[in-house]
Nanobody
């Protein structure tokens, strides 16, 4: 199995940027498609972005498209989420997750097998 650890969250003003990272151990990330999800207090877990093992298929939710960029470095066993032009409604705990098969970028959180512990992102207005 694979262990995932997110980092890079924090407090930022609206319009600012943050870069989240997800480091994997246990197995190489090239065996998995990777996704980012978020969950705000009182709300359901929400799909943010996903990327296949090769990076050839990338998917974003409409709410972040054009502002967020997902990327991966299989050699370093990491996945990143660059978040620009942040809005207060982006405030949430952000999770990275791994799924199989590695060639499908899934939107459903229940299709992911492994999860990190989450990192808090707070955007002030």
């Amino acid at each position: 199995q694979v262990q995932l650890v997110e980092s890079g969250g924090g407090l930022v003003q609206a319009g600012g940027s943050l870069r989240l990272s997800c480091a994997a151990s246990g197995r190489t990330l090239s065996n998995y498609a990777m996704g980012w999800f978020r969950q705000a207090p009182g709300k359901e877990r929400e799909f943010v972005a996903a990327i296949t093992w090769s990076g050839t298929i990338i998917d974003y939710s409409d709410s972040v498209k054009g502002r967020f960029t997902i990327s991966r470095d299989n050699a370093k066993n990491t996945v990143s989420l660059q978040m620009n032009t942040l809005k207060p409604e982006d405030t949430a705990v952000y999770y990275c997750a791994a799924s199989t098969p590695p060639w499908r970028a899934e939107r459903g959180w229940d299709l992911y097998d492994y999860w990190g512990q989450g990192t808090q992102v707070t955007v002030s207005s």
